[in-house]
């Protein structure tokens, strides 16, 4: 599974699918190093810890995924993001690819997606 090497940030503004996510990618063998409930916190969080991979929801207040993945983008164009999103937003999903974005789940989710698409984020 994961090899321990790679930091992440889980960004969603429900903190049970914060719980959910830190928990499948712990198991994996990820280390989750922060979280974020809105995309400007998303933004300035990764800024200062500067993870290795974000998984990033896309409906969110303050600032949506997209936005955040954009402003990430402008000063890290080498981030790697990971974008998770309901079911029936995948139009979105297209915005936030064009805008850097590397993968994408769509919920609900099994844990093995998580992983599958965080490995080959990490290796890309």
Do not use: F
């Given at each position: 599974m994961g090899n321990g090497q790679s930091t992440i940030m889980v960004v969603d503004d429900a903190r049970f699918m914060r719980l959910v996510l830190r928990r499948?990618?712990?198991q994996?063998?990820?280390q989750v190093i922060c979280?974020?409930?809105d995309g400007s916190e998303?933004?300035?969080m990764y800024a200062e810890k500067r993870p290795d991979i974000v998984t990033m929801d896309i409906v969110?207040?303050?600032k949506n995924g997209i936005e955040a993945v954009k402003e990430i983008m402008s000063f890290d164009p080498n981030a790697k993001i990971i974008m998770?999103?309901?079911l029936g937003q995948e139009a979105f999903v297209l915005d936030a690819i064009k805008a850097g974005a590397r993968e994408f789940i769509?919920?609900?989710f099994r844990n093995e997606e998580i992983i599958k698409a965080v490995m080959k984020t990490a290796s890309s």
């Open positions: 499948i990618l712990t994996g063998g990820y979280e974020a409930k998303a933004v300035n969110m207040p303050k998770v999103t309901a769509i919920k609900p």
